[in-house]
Each structure stands twice: as C-alpha cells, then as structure tokens.
C-alpha cells in the first residue's frame, strides 16, 4: 500500500470512530487470528444490575442490604456500584417502611450507610471489612474459601442456579457465616452475537476472557457464539492468556475497555480499547474504538485487509 492508501484508510478508521495509532497498527490487523474478548464492559453492556437477593437467615432484606451496601460503599468495582444502587433504591423506595425516609440532601448516598473500618479490596474476589463491628465479606467463592468459611449446600445451589442464567453470583458473609446472595446480570451488547458470526465467517477465532467464574463465563459465552472461554483469570493474568495464543506465532488482538485489560491490551499485537475507555487502556491500544460498538472490530480488520491485500 502506498502512504497514500494509509492516509485515505486511516481517515476513514477515524471517521466511523475508529482511531488507529500508525500505519503498523493497520497494517498488522490483516493478519489478526485470534480476538480475545473482554467479558464485562466489552461483550455486555457493563451495566451490572442486581436481580436477586437472598437472605438465608432471619435478617429482614432491608437491613441485609444496608449492611452489604455499607461494605461495597469505597469500592470501585462495577459489581459494588450495582449493588449500592440497589440497595439505595430498596432503602428509600421499595422497603415496606420507606414511606416517611424520602432521599434528600447528602442522605442520597451516604446518610443510611453503617460505619465501615478496615476495609480491604481483594482484586478478582470481593471485599472485607468491619461494620459495626462485625466482619462482613462480599464476593466469590474464591474469597469465601480463603477466608476458611463454609459455603453450605443450599447457598452453593442458589449461586450454582444464577450462575447457569449467566448472573454471577454474590456471597455475602457476617462473621464467618454465609448469610445471603445476591445475583448480577449484565445483559450483552445487541451487537455482540452477530459479531462473532461476523468474525468467524473471515477466519478469525474469538476468544472470551474473564476474572468472573467458570460457569457464568460458559454461559454467557453460549449466548454469544464464542466456543473457546477463558475463566477466573486473575487481573494480571490476561496478558499471559494473550502470550499463550501468540505462542504458535500468531497475530493476537485483545478487546478491553478496563484498567484491569491494560496489560493485556499491551501484550496483544492489536489492542484495541473500546468505548469510553479509561486513560490507561486507550494508552496501552492499538486502536480506539470510541462509538463502543463491537461491529467497529470487524471493521477495524476489514480495514486493514482492503488497504493491503491488493499488493500481496
Ligand atoms: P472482570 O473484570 O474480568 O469481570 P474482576 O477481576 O474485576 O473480573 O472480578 C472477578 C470476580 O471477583 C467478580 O466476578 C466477582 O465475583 C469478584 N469481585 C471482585 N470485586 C468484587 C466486589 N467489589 N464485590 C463483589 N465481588 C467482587
Ligand atoms: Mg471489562
């Protein structure tokens, strides 16, 4: 391709949102065999909601909430934001004696919240604190086992059936005992399936990665198309699923919108950061894709196939 072909292609990339940094960037995407897919906030939506809550002991629901809200309150994670919310909404809008508690002033966020200390972010697990006192643990079974408590059989069922409706599953413990549930849906992108048909039609292999459990990535998986799932894969861990497909000498490109896929983004021949991005991501990538629309991946590769295969 002449630098005049780069030029016209890398304006189009830019005018459908696709920014491509340098004409080795594009010229590498032809070659792209594997695309590795960020699971939260690149194939869903990234708008965690909680649809379930169980409590597995007397506690009213209300107060069951107030408690785990309080502890997921300083986390950063998409999972403690949807449960903050809804624990909100709950308090000030659903409980039956909400009636006379209308959220006002800065009584919004934190008014109702308890008082937490020490409290502890556990990368690709959860969190752990006091509130009030009492120890209160919220994540995945991970965290649950290294802690030393228990999941019992009645808990491992209502997590194992959110878990198969491709919800993840939140366990909730009070000093060392399992008290609730909640379960998380973050529905899929409306484009995400008809990508990977999309992909998988040009020759190029899908991949899916993620820090969430085995069974909730297989079934999310399913519902999109993508065979080949990598799941409970700590943060540092995606760029080495990256390395392991470059293997064979492969050219890999890695799909990912968070802090967490900006190893991964750098490890990949073709990063590409989607959507609104963090800094980090955008600075690690290859490509920006800023509509936050999957289709901009095969258009990405389209791209860089039309400017070079004429020379071939
Ligand atoms: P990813 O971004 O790939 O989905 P993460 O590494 O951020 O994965 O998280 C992996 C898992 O760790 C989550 O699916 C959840 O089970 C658990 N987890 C992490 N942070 C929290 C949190 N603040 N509250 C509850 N669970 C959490
Ligand atoms: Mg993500």
Redesign the pocket.
């Known amino acids: 391709a002449t630098p005049t072909a780069v030029m016209v292609a890398t304006g189009v990339g830019a005018n459908n949102g696709v920014l491509i940094k340098g004409g080795e960037a594009l010229e590498r995407a032809q070659k792209i065999k594997y695309v590795i897919f960020?699971?939260?906030g690149t194939l869903t939506q990234g708008k965690a909601s909680v649809t379930d809550a169980k409590v597995f002991t007397g506690m009213g629901r209300g107060e069951f909430l107030r408690w785990v809200a309080s502890a997921?309150a300083s986390?950063e994670?998409p999972?403690?934001k949807a449960i903050v919310e809804y624990a909100r909404h709950y308090h000030f809008f659903d409980e039956p004696s909400a009636t006379s508690q209308t959220p006002s002033r800065e009584s919004t966020v934190s008014g109702w919240l308890l008082d937490v200390s020490d409290f502890l972010?556990l990368?690709?697990?959860?969190?752990k604190c006091f509130v009030d006192g009492k120890q209160v643990l919220?994540?995945?079974r991970k965290l649950m086992t290294e802690s030393g408590i228990a999941i019992p059989d009645q808990v491992e069922h209502f997590v194992v059936k959110l878990e198969e409706s491709a919800k993840?599953g939140?366990l909730v413990a009070f000093d060392d005992k399992i008290i609730g549930v909640l379960g998380i849906a973050d529905p899929l992108k409306r484009e995400a399936a008809v990508v990977i048909e999309g992909l998988l039609k040009m020759g190029v292999k899908p991949v899916m990665v993620?820090?969430?459990?085995w069974r909730t990535a297989r079934a999310v998986a399913k519902e999109v198309g993508i065979q080949d799932v990598r799941a409970e894969?700590?943060?540092a861990g995606k760029a080495d699923v990256i390395r392991l497909f470059q293997k064979d000498g492969s050219i890999v490109s890695m799909v990912g919108d968070?802090i967490?896929d900006s190893p991964a983004l750098a490890a990949a021949d073709i990063g590409m950061a989607i959507g609104a991005g963090t800094d980090i991501a955008i600075e690690a990538a290859d490509y920006v894709l800023m509509r936050n629309n999957l289709e901009d991946v095969i258009t990405a590769i389209d791209l860089s196939r039309k400017t070079f295969t004429r020379i071939r």
């Open positions: 960020d699971k939260t997921e986390s994670h999972l403690a972010a990368p690709g697990r959860g969190v919220v994540g995945n993840t939140v993620t820090g969430d459990n894969v700590m943060p968070g967490n």
